[in-house]
């Protein structure tokens, strides 16, 4: 059974860092897109970057500069290192991932959706 659990979210101050991990277990394909999304009361979820087997990554216009999508060797975990944070980057975080995606892009895991969720993590940014 594949589980996603998030953690490093928090509260932080315009401008802070914060680094957001996803651990993965039971994950045995060979393949995979996995990203991050976020999602705030009332909003449709947001694609915020995604990364594939060959280690593309894509990153929303919004976080372009700013976040950095990463895994660890063993491809257990997952993280998304948040820089120059502003309070409209207050959401939820959700990891996900997703075996069959050919188009890691985000327009493609927005639309298609991605198999596998985490719970997520908040992250408050104060002006």
């Known amino acids: 059974q594949v589980q996603l659990v998030e953690s490093g979210g928090g509260s932080v101050q315009a401008g802070g860092s914060l680094r957001l991990s996803c651990t993965i277990s039971g994950y045995t394909y060979t393949t995979y897109c996995m990203g991050w999304f976020r999602q705030t009361p009332g909003k449709e979820r947001e694609g915020v970057s995604t990364i594939d087997t060959d280690g593309r990554e894509i990153y929303a216009d919004s976080v372009k500069g700013r976040f950095t999508i990463t895994q660890d060797n063993g491809k257990t975990t997952l993280y998304l290192q948040m820089n120059s944070l502003k309070p409209e980057d207050t959401a939820m975080y959700y990891c996900?991932?997703?075996?069959?995606?050919?188009?890691?892009?985000?327009?493609?895991?927005?639309?298609?959706?991605?198999?596998?969720w985490g719970k997520g993590t908040p992250v408050t940014i104060s002006s």
């Open positions: 996900a991932a997703d075996p069959y995606n050919v188009d890691c892009s985000i327009i493609a895991t927005m639309r298609y959706g991605m198999e596998y």
